[in-house]
């Protein structure tokens, strides 16, 4: 198994352009989820999904847009790069849709947006 | 409003000697208690967690400690190895209901060999 696969890994933008973040897992795990982490912060929840053609918003959804078509793929869209989005994106799977189910993550995007 | 605060940015351990890390919670909702572990240019991997049932859990090295009425979560290694140079995050669900995992800042913890 791969688990959770993620491209690219490093990605330079410039403002206003749109970009989509790969995310894959080959566990048929239910639960997916984006997550964004600055420097000096915990992992925030973008958006996520308990099901292909299920997605639902976390804490930090602005400027972002998911969807969930295979159980597999769980894409995020930068519809309008802001330099506010420079982060490192991370996509995280589990079994199940429960709140104690271990989460699997990618080895994140880093982002640059100048 | 910080829900999740773990104070230390960073700790020094000697190898072979305890590196206990600590996290502060507010929300009286979270039930279920995580550390995650994570190196540098990879993703979090999952360490041990804890229900608020318990107030301790053990896995080899790595014990985590609950303490509900303070609202405080440890997790304790021992014996510290080199390898064990990392940042560690502790997360909070409310339940298994929850879909969020919520995260602190981390510390970053270095084994000095």
């Known amino acids: 198994n791969a688990g959770v696969t993620q491209t690219p890994k490093f990605q330079v933008l410039k403002t206003g352009q749109s970009m989509t973040l790969q995310c894959a897992q080959d566990m048929n795990h239910e639960y997916m989820s984006w997550y964004r982490q600055d420097p000096g912060m915990g992992l925030r929840l973008i958006h996520y999904s308990v099901g292909a053609g299920i997605t639902d918003q976390g804490e930090v959804p602005n400027g972002y847009n998911v969807s969930r078509s295979t159980t597999e793929d769980f894409p995020l869209r930068l519809l309008s790069a802001a330099p506010s989005q420079t982060s490192v994106y991370f996509c995280?799977?589990?079994?199940?849709?429960?709140?104690?189910?271990?989460?699997?993550f990618g080895p994140g995007t880093r982002l640059l947006v100048l | 409003d910080q829900q999740v605060k773990q104070n230390s940015p960073s700790l020094s351990v000697q190898e072979g000697r305890i590196s206990i890390l600590n996290c502060d919670y507010t929300n009286s909702m979270f039930d279920y208690f995580l550390w995650y572990k994570k190196y540098p240019a990879e993703g979090p991997t999952f360490l041990i967690s804890?229900?608020?049932?318990?107030d301790k859990n053990e896995d080899g090295r790595f014990t985590v400690f609950l303490n509900k009425s303070a609202k405080h979560l440890s997790l304790h290694i021992v014996p510290s190895q080199p390898g064990d140079s990392a940042v560690y995050f502790c997360?909070?669900?409310?339940?298994?209901?929850?879909?969020?995992?919520?995260f602190g800042k981390g510390t970053k913890l270095s084994v000095i060999p």
């Open positions: 997360a909070f669900t409310a339940g298994a209901g929850s879909y969020q995992l919520t």
């Open positions: 995280a799977s589990s079994r199940r849709r429960t709140g104690t189910e271990t989460q699997y």
């Open positions: 804890i229900s608020s049932i318990k």
